[in-house]
């Protein structure tokens, strides 16, 4: 942070749903009477232990892969959805705890804008008053005033205003998002949280309604928190960009110190899965393994963990780099049972082949080649685990580390490969 006025502090939010629903319900019943003892409801960590803060003026771009809790953290932090734990601070104030009066008249100056602008606007009502029911909802105006800023809106949008008496049916796609913005604005707010507004536009449309956004940002003096899985869109319109991951934010940098040089493994494998336009351009992908985890049950220490290319070998063990990597190798093949144990030896060539490993790590090995062998798959893949990936500070202490930046004050990165 450059000591510029924080707009939004975020402090360790974080928001769980329960799947009390049925299906994850654990009941136990006393037989004798046939009421349940206990039930054990189980809780989705949509969002955990988030912090960060967003200065007057500046976009912040939110990216991570679908479902990894952004939007989720985006309705949290207006209130839509009721934190679960934490502080939301907004111009100074903690809103996390406010009554619906108080967070009503906070409402005004924190605007969210949607992805799919045909659903969020009602077809039976015309563009004009559209746009000014937030401003009537507010008491702000009467008629004749409400009437006059919805058709400036209009025009600061890049729409006619002409068109105040349309109905949505009547516009583009780009056009409706634009109806949209004007309507978010008409509140004159401070803060508008933005979840993929452009992901349902045509790439051309896309820029200029980001240009629009941008320009209207400086003449309305608006910080937005940019939501999107699209890393050139987030790339397009932020200052900075926090990376999340399983409910938490796992980088967080000036926008082209996290392009030109990620600092956390997720980064640099979801930076190098962005299409180039030249193929022979594309240099080494990450392309990464696995399922994202439960996030019912998110693994410890490092929620990446289980899919990380660099995952750090265990301290008790004297690995060299090859040795780590066949190992790592070894033990992910495994778990997917990604090959076919024609025999022990087969695979032992395919991952050690002029690797030796000694001591306890190479019985280890030993026992799960024979496992495997036995295509005893289970065993084999819980020995590795219990042996290796359990063992690895990854799985043992949740990362968190300030790092110098040579464009802010400084950037964060959740990965023990920075612990030195
Ligand atoms: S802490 Fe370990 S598992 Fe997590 S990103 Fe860093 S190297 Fe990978």
């Given at each position: 942070?450059?000591?510029?006025?924080?707009?939004?502090?975020?402090?360790?939010?974080?928001?769980?749903?329960?799947?009390?629903?049925?299906?994850?319900?654990?009941?136990?019943?006393?037989?004798?009477?046939?009421?349940?003892?206990?039930?054990?409801?189980?809780?989705?960590?949509?969002?955990?232990?988030?912090?960060?803060?967003?200065?007057?003026?500046?976009?912040?771009?939110?990216?991570?892969?679908?479902?990894?809790?952004?939007?989720?953290?985006?309705?949290?932090?207006?209130?839509?959805?009721?934190?679960?734990?934490?502080?939301?601070?907004?111009?100074?104030?903690?809103?996390?705890?406010?009554?619906?009066?108080?967070?009503?008249?906070?409402?005004?100056?924190?605007?969210?804008?949607?992805?799919?602008?045909?659903?969020?606007?009602?077809?039976?009502?015309?563009?004009?008053?559209?746009?000014?029911?937030?401003?009537?909802?507010?008491?702000?105006?009467?008629?004749?005033?409400?009437?006059?800023?919805?058709?400036?809106?209009?025009?600061?949008?890049?729409?006619?205003?002409?068109?105040?008496?349309?109905?949505?049916?009547?516009?583009?796609?780009?056009?409706?998002?634009?109806?949209?913005?004007?309507?978010?604005?008409?509140?004159?707010?401070?803060?508008?949280?933005?979840?993929?507004?452009?992901?349902?536009?045509?790439?051309?449309?896309?820029?200029?309604?980001?240009?629009?956004?941008?320009?209207?940002?400086?003449?309305?003096?608006?910080?937005?928190?940019?939501?999107?899985?699209?890393?050139?869109?987030?790339?397009?319109?932020?200052?900075?960009?926090?990376?999340?991951?399983?409910?938490?934010?796992?980088?967080?940098?000036?926008?082209?110190?996290?392009?030109e040089d990620p600092k956390h493994p997720y980064t640099r494998s979801l930076l190098s899965a962005i299409p180039v336009p030249d193929p022979s351009q594309a240099g080494s992908r990450t392309i990464l393994q696995g399922d994202v985890p439960d996030p019912v049950n998110p693994p410890s220490g490092c929620r990446f963990r289980t899919r990380c290319p660099e995952l750090i070998p265990p301290d008790a063990y004297d690995l060299g780099d090859d040795e780590w990597a066949a190992v790592r190798e070894f033990m992910r093949a495994v778990r997917r049972r990604a090959f076919d144990p024609e025999s022990r030896a087969a695979v032992e060539a395919e991952f050690f082949d002029g690797v030796s490993l000694g001591g306890e790590a190479g019985a280890a090995v030993d026992d799960a080649l024979d496992h495997v062998a036995a295509t005893e798959w289970e065993a084999a893949t819980?020995?590795?685990?219990?042996?290796?990936?359990?063992?690895?500070?990854?799985?043992?202490?949740?990362?968190?580390?300030?790092?110098?930046?040579?464009?802010?004050?400084?950037?964060?990165?959740?990965?023990?490969?920075?612990?030195?």
């Open positions: 942070m450059s000591g510029a006025e924080s707009i939004l502090r975020v402090e360790n939010l974080t928001k769980h749903f329960s799947t009390g629903s049925g299906v994850f319900d654990t009941v136990e019943l006393d037989l004798s009477g046939g009421f349940p003892l206990k039930r054990n409801v189980e809780h989705v960590r949509a969002v955990d232990d988030v912090s960060f803060e967003i200065e007057r003026g500046e976009t912040l771009g939110l990216v991570g892969e679908s479902g990894c809790g952004k939007s989720t953290l985006g309705r949290t932090i207006l209130r839509l959805l009721q934190p679960t734990d934490g502080a939301i601070y907004f111009k100074g104030r903690n809103i996390a705890d406010l009554d619906k009066g108080e967070l009503r008249r906070t409402r005004k100056d924190q605007q969210m804008i949607f992805q799919d602008p045909q659903s969020s606007l009602n077809p039976r009502m015309k563009v004009g008053p559209i746009v000014e029911e937030p401003m009537k909802a507010h008491d702000l105006y009467d008629d004749d005033g409400r009437e006059e800023r919805a058709r400036e809106l209009l025009e600061a949008v890049g729409l006619d205003p002409q068109h105040y008496n349309r109905y949505p049916h009547q516009f583009s796609g780009g056009q409706r998002q634009r109806i949209n913005l004007a309507r978010a604005l008409s509140v004159d707010p401070d803060f508008i949280v933005c979840d993929e507004p452009t992901s349902a536009l045509d790439a051309s449309i896309q820029a200029q309604v980001l240009n629009t956004m941008r320009e209207l940002q400086e003449e309305f003096n608006l910080t937005y928190l940019f939501i999107s899985h699209d890393l050139s869109v987030i790339r397009h319109i932020s200052d900075r960009v926090a990376v999340m991951y399983l409910g938490q934010i796992v980088e967080l940098a000036e926008k082209e110190e996290l392009f819980e020995l590795l685990t219990d042996s290796f990936a359990e063992q690895s500070i990854c799985a043992q202490e949740q990362p968190a580390y300030e790092l110098p930046s040579s464009r802010a004050e400084s950037r964060f990165a959740a990965c023990h490969l920075h612990r030195e």
